[in-house]
């Protein structure tokens, strides 16, 4: 495996590169998820969240988003940020895009929003996968009813998050 690059999305070139890695993996997001529903969601992490693509070789092999603040709230809860989604290649599973995805996001988050105390993370409540992945380094909290059907909620201080995957990162 070659050297993992991390970046948050800026440029027409990196939004198209993340939108063709989304649309690629779409089904993976959801059985259901159409082309539709994945151009609304690119548009939505577009214009009210942030994006971050995971990159190998030049190559997309991850992506996650995150809204500072959340919907719910109409993002004026300015100390939660919300990871909306985390995606892998299926290629690149077990490997450590998501940990170096999740830690190059978290950070990005404690540096460009300070008042940012808490992380939450929304897992689809079916995919057993990402909710047992979660709970290493997150608290469940609740669940909500997504456009896709339930997903729970995961809360973590900032610092803990960052705390379990330094100790992750030792390894």
């Not at 989604?85 to 450590?96: E, K, M, N, V």
Request: charged share 25%.
């Amino acid at each position: 495996m070659r050297a993992l690059h991390c970046s948050i999305c800026a440029t027409d070139d990196d939004f198209a590169q993340a939108s063709l890695f989304l649309l690629e993996h779409m089904r993976d997001v959801h059985p259901s998820f159409s082309v539709m529903d994945t151009v609304t969601l690119v548009y939505q992490y577009i214009t009210e969240g942030t994006i971050v693509l995971v990159k190998e070789g030049g190559e997309a092999v991850g992506l996650g988003a995150y809204y500072h603040g959340t919907r719910d709230e109409a993002y004026e809860n300015k100390d939660i940020a919300l990871i909306d989604l985390a995606l892998a290649a299926r290629s690149h599973r077990g490997t450590r895009v998501f940990l170096d995805g999740l830690g190059f996001t978290v950070r990005s988050i404690a540096e460009r929003h300070p008042e940012v105390r808490e992380v939450r993370l929304a897992a689809q409540t079916a995919n057993e996968y990402l909710n047992r992945l979660y709970a290493k380094f997150a608290a469940p909290t609740g669940v909500r009813e997504g456009a896709w059907g339930e997903e729970t909620l995961y809360s973590a201080e900032v610092t803990e998050i960052t705390a379990v995957l330094g100790k992750w990162n030792r390894v």
